[in-house]
């Protein structure tokens, strides 16, 4: 099972600090917490055996995607219950990522954007367990901030006006977005480096994009736990 572990470790980051996210209000069951990380964990890492099974056509791949996705949906269910008819809508985004996944590749970009949304999926499991609830607008919040990676990470690739363009648009989005939903801008302060990046670039490995990256994850964390 060892090869079906997933190392994208940007993913991890994602996912972890989303859950993170996720943990306030209400009260703090330490197992259910704990037994939700698992489920999202599965579900996370049932990606690699997919990549393979998709990419590799490797047959033997599909049934290490279904018995992890599956186990992942199960534990999910049973954490919470009656409540997973809330989250019924939000499936449409992991079944979005499979099909772009499947007909246009895993760097199309709709695939990577649906793939960062359905990452930022676990902020709701760890929020329904603190809080019985869900709630969109944290979601919003969570999910669109880590989205930026993926237009700061293709611009970095190809270097092209569309992609500034694309960068600085995206953000403009967000802005709109956190204004309309109340929430801080203040929050999303570390999207300045974005800013900059796509408007005057720098020089610097991909390697190190990646720490950069969890240095502004982190500083977000941080700023939603003071301002939200």
Sequence with gaps: MKKYLLKEYGSWAVATFSYIAGITGGSYDVNRLIIGALACFLLINSKEALAQWFKASKKEAAPAFFIQALLGAIIIMFILKDGITDFIPYMVLPILYIVFFRFKGEHFL?????????????????YYICNAGINFTLYMVVALFFTAGVFKVRLQLRKGLFEKLTMLGYVAFLVVVYLLTGTSLVIALPLVENIFYALKPYKVKLRYTGWIELSKSLAFLILLKLYS
């Design 110 to 126: 709709l695939t990577e954007v649906t793939g960062f949304l359905s990452l930022g999926l676990s902020t709701l499991v760890s």
